[in-house]
């Protein structure tokens, strides 16, 4: 029911040894590449990457770890893992790897869109990356913008564990203020489902992600814009009209002969996070009653109703 854009993988298998076939998959209709929770750990292979990209078009979407750095941490290094003997991954990991693929894509005139950041310092990168020029958009998730490693101190609950983690509250604050003012362009749910049971594990051994695409609208809309943080109008952008550009996509506007693809809200809606209720398979939210106000509730796809909220089929 709703028109959906492939990223396939920058290296084959996500191994970072050798490029997939990025001309051939522009050509079935590819919007860009990406290797998913996977950095490019070789600079060289990075550069090769968005030489080929400037050639066949689309965006370089980057998962931005350096594993050298990150290791086995599980959560974010601070005093909320020192206190918990969990192993921790240091912001550096996240943000050195911004800053390097930043100057390539500068050095090269490539283009590049940065998934997920979680850190101080990786605004920074963005922000100083923009200011020099580079083609570069970047991304927060609704999890970072609400939650910090305070969450986990509380319960150790694995539907808190994730990659990036949840940092601490500058962290927060920084990616906060980086959607405010346009450093971060985009709101990304990072959608990661898990089946009940990969969840139920220790801490260290859960794998990480949470589902995003059922509270993404009622976080954004309750934290960012009811709070005063936000005003509805940059909130949509982030959400719609900003992902369109960065993947140059054809809708995220309201313009007479555009596709009319279009998600109406309530944003004064008030429910209550129930992952039972879900239309996904997968309940792995931290959310779980969680009050919240503003949410979907009609998806008109080409002009046409496909889903409302009083039907959730």
């Given at each position: 029911?709703?028109?959906v854009?492939?990223?396939?993988?920058?290296?084959?298998?996500?191994?970072?040894?050798?490029?997939?076939?990025?001309?051939?998959?522009?050509?079935?209709?590819?919007?860009?590449?990406?290797?998913?929770?996977?950095?490019?750990r070789?600079?060289?292979?990075?550069?090769?990457?968005?030489?080929?990209?400037?050639?066949?078009?689309?965006?370089?979407?980057?998962?931005?770890?350096?594993?050298?750095l990150?290791?086995?941490?599980?959560?974010?290094?601070?005093?909320?893992?020192?206190?918990?003997g969990?192993t921790?991954?240091?912001?550096?990991?996240?943000?050195?790897?911004?800053?390097?693929?930043?100057?390539?894509?500068?050095?090269?005139g490539g283009?590049?869109?940065v998934?997920?950041?979680s850190?101080?310092?990786?605004?920074?990168?963005?922000?100083?990356?923009?200011?020099?020029?580079?083609?570069?958009?970047?991304?927060?998730?609704?999890?970072?913008?609400?939650l910090?490693?305070?969450?986990?101190?509380?319960s150790?609950?694995?539907?808190?564990?994730?990659?990036?983690?949840?940092?601490?509250?500058?962290?927060r604050?920084?990616?906060?203020?980086?959607v405010?003012?346009?450093?971060?362009?985009?709101?990304?749910?990072?959608?990661?489902?898990?089946?009940?049971d990969?969840?139920?594990q220790?801490?260290d051994?859960?794998?990480?992600?949470?589902?995003?695409?059922?509270?993404a609208?009622?976080?954004?809309?309750?934290?960012?814009?009811?709070?005063?943080?936000?005003?509805?109008?940059?909130?949509?952008?982030?959400?719609?009209?900003?992902?369109?550009?960065?993947?140059?996509?054809?809708?995220?506007?309201?313009?007479?002969?555009?596709?009319?693809?279009?998600?109406?809200?309530?944003?004064?809606?008030?429910?209550?996070?129930?992952s039972?209720?879900?239309?996904?398979?997968?309940?792995?939210?931290p959310?779980?009653?969680?009050?919240l106000?503003g949410?979907?509730?009609?998806?008109?796809?080409?002009?046409?109703?496909?889903?409302?909220l009083?039907?959730?089929?």
């Amino acid at each position: 029911r709703i028109p959906v854009g492939f990223l396939p993988c920058i290296t084959k298998g996500m191994q970072g040894e050798h490029l997939t076939e990025m001309a051939e998959l522009r050509d079935l209709g590819a919007l860009g590449f990406t290797d998913d929770g996977k950095p490019v750990r070789s600079a060289g292979m990075m550069r090769l990457a968005l030489q080929y990209q400037q050639m066949v078009g689309g965006v370089l979407a980057l998962h931005e770890e350096d594993p050298a750095l990150s290791g086995s941490g599980a959560m974010h290094e601070g005093d909320v893992s020192a206190l918990l003997g969990i192993t921790g991954i240091p912001s550096i990991s996240e943000s050195t790897m911004v800053a390097r693929d930043a100057a390539l894509a500068g050095y090269e005139g490539g283009r590049i869109h940065v998934q997920h950041l979680s850190a101080v310092e990786s605004v920074e990168a963005v922000a100083d990356a923009k200011g020099r020029g580079v083609q570069i958009t970047a991304e927060a998730s609704p999890h970072h913008l609400t939650l910090t490693d305070e969450a986990i101190r509380a319960s150790l609950d694995t539907r808190l564990k994730m990659n990036p983690p949840l940092r601490a509250e500058a962290d927060r604050a920084a990616v906060r203020q980086g959607v405010r003012d346009g450093t971060l362009d985009v709101i990304a749910t990072d959608h990661a489902p898990h089946h009940y049971d990969e969840k139920e594990q220790a801490f260290d051994d859960a794998p990480n992600g949470i589902v995003g695409l059922e509270t993404a609208l009622g976080l954004s809309l309750t934290e960012l814009v009811h709070t005063g943080l936000l005003d509805l109008a940059t909130l949509v952008d982030r959400m719609s009209c900003s992902p369109a550009r960065a993947f140059s996509l054809a809708g995220g506007t309201l313009r007479v002969g555009a596709p009319a693809d279009v998600t109406l809200f309530d944003p004064s809606h008030e429910w209550t996070v129930d992952s039972a209720s879900f239309l996904s398979l997968s309940r792995n939210t931290p959310f779980e009653g969680r009050s919240l106000r503003g949410r979907a509730v009609r998806t008109v796809v080409g002009g046409r109703t496909v889903w409302t909220l009083e039907t959730r089929s």
